[in-house]
Structures are given as structure tokens and as C-alpha cells.
């Protein structure tokens, strides 16, 4: 997720410049403790965090350039250009970003470019763009108030024009009643199964285990078996 760090490092110098961007355009916004930047309540509400290339060598921008990802984050946007048909908002961050959305449909999308917002372009436009604000406007007009993205990172904060309504629960939500216990009716025990004459032939039993590389490395080694019976047989 660009832009996004896992506690407890702190935000990034390019996400503080953000945070400052969407305190201008909602003044409620609060920066979460600690100065944090995990994004993921973004994601969670639709917002698709995207860099052009997504690995890079720590401190090295564009190492990773030109080794497939722009071809990937190239394809990505392509898509949602296509399949996302009632539009979305697309913000372009920066010279690499502004190119890759050239082609987006802007009878169906909204586009908006600026700066990226790095101490070192910060200064030149992007404090001032307004994206968060002009995302919004455009959602709320495009799907009404649902459409809204709620910036805001801290669980009590919220930058939305309209607070949402709680959803009415029924009695059986507000209340559920406690059932007993049904007293389960003794297991039959299943007949042992007899072992397999044919060496090839895979045993259901090695599947059985909790752990997930077991399970994956037992599934491939049933397949590889189906595929040796479909060509001796």
C-alpha cells in the first residue's frame, strides 16, 4: 500500500505532507498518535493506494524501475478504467502517475494531477490541490452521500459532511438468547478403511493437518498423482 508504514514507524515524510494537504481541506482531521501511517482504514473504505513500481531498494527512489512493475501498475489502472463503469476518482501524484492515467476515460472518471507530494515538490501546488476535498464533491455527486470516503486514520475522528447512520438492529441482534447446550447424539463410528493395494493412489489422510504448508505441499502432491493416473490410464 503506498505511502503506508506499520507501527511503530513513523509516517513518512511524503505522508506527513498529506496529512498537512487533508488538514487544509478538512480542518477535523486529526493526525493519528505518534505521528503513525498505517493506511489500511483507507483501504478498507475503497481507497487503492498505488505506486508505479511497488518494491524499491530502502532509500534508492526507482531502483526497482523498469523490471515489469510499470507494466503491472499499467494494466491495474487500465482495468478499473474499463470495469468500473459508473467511475472513480483517480488522483495522480507526481510525472510517472500523471503519464500512467493519460488514457483514463474522463467522460467517466474523474482525474486529478498534481505534485508529488515530496519535500522536494511539496511546495510547488500540492498543500494547496485540494484532492481529498474534490474527490469527495465528485463521489457525493456521482453516488450520493454513501459515497463519501471518511479520511480520517483514528477510530473517533471522522471527516465526513454527514456522520452516517447506525444501522437499526432487531431485537435478536440487540438480544440474542442463549440457547442450551443440545446434547449431541453419540457419533457412529465409521468403518476403518482398508489399506490401498495401488502404491500410486494418494491417502485423504495427509491432508489432515493444520498447518498450512503441509496442506498446500499435500494438495500439490495429490495433484501430480491425478495427473499420473489421467496418463496411465
Known amino acids: 500500500m503506498a505511502f503506508s508504514v506499520r507501527p511503530p514507524t513513523p509516517a513518512p515524510p511524503s505522508l506527513k505532507n498529506m496529512y498537512v494537504a487533508l488538514k487544509k481541506d478538512y480542518p477535523a482531521f486529526e493526525v493519528p498518535p505518534n505521528r503513525g501511517g498505517l493506511l489500511t482504514p483507507w483501504a478498507d473504505r ?17 531502483s526497482h524501475s523498469n ?59 500540492f498543500f494547496d490541490c485540494g484532492h481529498f476535498k474534490k474527490a469527495n464533491a465528485w463521489l457525493i455527486e456521482r453516488y450520493g452521500d454513501d459515497g463519501e470516503i471518511d479520511w480520517a486514520l483514528n477510530p473517533d475522528n471522522t471527516t465526513l459532511s454527514k456522520p452516517r447512520k447506525e444501522e437499526q438492529k432487531t431485537p435478536e441482534q440487540k438480544a440474542p438468547e442463549k440457547k442450551a447446550p443440545e446434547k449431541k447424539a453419540p457419533e457412529a463410528k465409521t ?19 493444520d498447518d498450512e504448508e503441509a496442506l498446500a505441499e499435500a494438495l500439490n502432491q495429490a495433484e501430480e498423482q491425478v495427473k499420473k493416473q489421467t496418463k496411465s490410464s
Do not use: Y
Open 46 to 62: 475503497g481507497v487503492l493506494m498505488l505506486n508505479t513500481c511497488l518494491t524499491v531498494r530502502a532509500h534508492e527512489a526507482f
Open 67 to 125: 523490471r515489469g512493475w510499470e507494466a503491472f501498475t499499467e494494466k491495474v489502472i487500465k482495468l478499473i478504467n474499463q470495469k468500473r463503469t459508473r467511475g472513480v476518482v483517480f488522483m495522480a501524484w507526481g510525472t510517472p502517475a500523471g503519464k500512467r492515467v493519460q488514457k483514463v476515460d474522463k467522460t467517466r472518471h474523474l482525474v486529478l494531477n498534481s505534485v508529488h507530494p515530496s519535500p522536494l515538490s511539496a511546495m510547488r501546488g
Open 191 to 209: 468403518p476403518e478403511k482398508k489399506v490401498l493395494e495401488k502404491k500410486d493412489e494418494f491417502d485423504e489422510t495427509d491432508i489432515l493437518s
